[in-house]
């Protein structure tokens, strides 16, 4: 297995002009601290009911997604240097149906948020009340109506098995009153706005307690290098 300090170079691996480097970079210490420290879910558990889902909406850029994945053992590390190649399961977008340890495939910015919900829906439903629901955005996203729908109604429904990261990269086109945590607050969310490099702080963000009510966690980061 790999550690935190091997994800860069297995990030390397992955070439070619559509990688979006910084908007995978901006993803990669939120998605290693889930996948590390927080997620219910391992190669051995990915068809377990009674695991945590995850759902990448921000899937344009997915190089930081496939080498956590990889350094997880979800996926083999060979896979990795056949990024987007037309042969290759690791598309520009994950594909949920070639990508071990994906729930969905990620395309039109806004709806993975609205899936997430109507999973936390099915899994109560269902009862099935110990698998945690998170979902990973990026700010631009919530400038689509599906996204305000969805935050509107989760906080009234009281899915307190759902998660929202929104990675803050200044990339929104419209500035938002009170910024984006206050958009979760007004519908009856719990929110944490906190640094997103900073792995104890994303630690103590995602793991606070919200009985009764969903969760959204801001992680502000200004993108690395790719």
């Known amino acids: 297995m790999y550690g935190y300090a091997d994800v860069p170079g297995l990030m390397s691996l992955m070439t070619g002009d559509e990688k979006h480097g910084p908007a995978a970079t901006s993803t990669l210490d939120v998605l290693w601290v889930l996948y590390d420290r927080v997620l219910r879910v391992s190669p051995r558990t990915a068809d377990d009911p009674q695991r945590d889902r995850f759902l990448l909406s921000k899937g344009h850029g997915p190089m930081a997604y ?44 806004g709806h993975g948020l609205p899936i997430a919900v109507g999973t936390a829906l099915g899994l109560r439903a269902q009862g099935l009340n110990e698998p945690r629901v998170w979902t990973l955005l990026g700010d631009a996203e919530l400038d689509e109506g599906s996204n305000h729908e969805a935050i509107a109604f989760a906080g009234p429904a009281g899915l307190d098995r759902l998660h929202v ?62």
């Open 165 to 226: 990261v929104v990675i803050d990269n200044s990339s929104a086109s419209h500035a938002r009153p009170g910024g984006i945590a206050a958009r979760f607050e007004a519908a009856g969310w719990s929110t944490r706005t906190v640094d997103g490099r900073d792995h104890e702080a994303l630690y103590a963000a995602f793991t606070a307690p919200h009985p009764g009510r969903p969760h959204a966690v801001v992680a502000r980061v200004e993108p690395k290098p790719a």
């Open 66 to 109: 496939y080498a956590v994945l990889a350094a997880k053992g979800f996926l083999p590390v060979e896979w990795l240097p056949g990024f987007g190649s037309f042969d290759s399961p690791l598309g520009h977008h994950p594909d949920r149906t070639l990508v071990p340890g994906a729930e969905i495939g990620s395309g039109s910015l």
